[in-house]
């Protein structure tokens, strides 16, 4: 299986859109969405199926047993995070607590116990086509982890499948080095802003960390014709291959509000990403080698 991940350095790129726009044009049996902050995929993709729905479980979460408490103040003299708090009697604050174990180590009456806690749901959906994701729970950690669970849901699906789209997070945390890992290409959705150009920078270095083939593409290119420029500079110095431009469609938005990808419908940037995608699916399968799919 091949796989494909779209990034961009930081949100609002375009890279949900066009993610959408390349499994509709290279009718993908196997994708993921891999923003496990705020997955969005679903909406374009229009999932009728029922999902396969499974607990996350992140880092343990400390609970205090008030019958067996004896208040002798260890476990928040102890705790780092300051996630214990006294009063009438003690409580553990779910957010703070990191589930180091110091407070159940600490206390001399046993009444502090590390339980496994709900972290967030893992979600695949598996008929026809496979489609894998997951949503954190909202102050949990361990994201990264959970990407990692969502592509190797995946991958266990879809075990004889040519070609998977990923679409990854935005930004360079855990959660896209988890995207990251074991995928054949990342095509990195640029924008021509200045913080577009030095995010761009940023997630390029991050990838080549992993040996990962690279390519870039501009979304809407038109709003800044000399940062576009300097991104298309950039790739030639850098040697890295240039996918394409996507100009700025308000027909996309259109087109995103009524749950369809820029692809269904006749528009400018939907035709530009269909020569963007054709670039990118050359490059991934061994410089030339394209793709057999049916418009």
Do not use: W
């Amino acid at each position: 299986m091949k796989q494909l991940l779209i990034l961009s350095g930081k949100g609002g790129t375009g890279k949900t859109t066009i993610a959408s726009a390349f499994i509709k044009l290279s009718k993908a049996k196997a994708y993921a969405d891999c923003d496990v902050d705020a997955p969005n995929l679903h909406l374009v993709m229009n999932q009728v199926s029922e999902a396969k729905r499974t607990d996350y479980f992140g880092l343990p979460k400390a609970e205090i047993d008030l019958d067996l408490c004896v208040q002798c103040d260890l476990c928040r003299q102890n705790c780092r995070f300051d996630a214990i708090h006294a009063g009438a009697e003690y409580k553990v604050d779910y957010y703070a607590c990191e589930g180091c174990g110091v407070c159940e180590a600490v206390c001399p009456a046993r009444a502090v116990t590390l339980k496994r806690s709900v972290a967030g749901e893992l979600m695949l959906y598996a008929d026809d086509t496979v489609f894998s994701t997951a949503e954190l729970k909202m102050g949990s950690g361990t994201s990264g982890m959970l990407v990692t669970n969502v592509k190797k849901a995946m991958k266990l699906a879809a075990q004889n499948i040519d070609l998977a789209i990923i679409d990854g997070s935005p930004g360079i945390g855990c959660p896209v080095i988890a995207s990251l890992s074991g995928v054949d290409m990342v095509l990195i959705v640029a924008e021509p802003s200045i913080s577009g150009i030095s995010d761009m920078e940023r997630i390029i270095k991050t990838a080549e960390k992993f040996q990962t083939s690279i390519a870039v593409c501009i979304n809407k290119y038109d709003t800044n014709l000399g940062n576009t420029e300097r991104i298309e500079e950039f790739c030639q110095t850098h040697k890295i291959p240039f996918a394409g431009r996507i100009p700025f469609d308000p027909e996309a938005v259109k087109a995103i509000n009524n749950s369809q990808s820029i692809v269904d419908i006749d528009c400018s940037s939907g035709r530009a990403t269909k020569e963007v995608f054709d670039k990118t699916i050359k490059i991934l399968f061994d410089g030339g080698l394209t793709l057999q799919v049916k418009r």
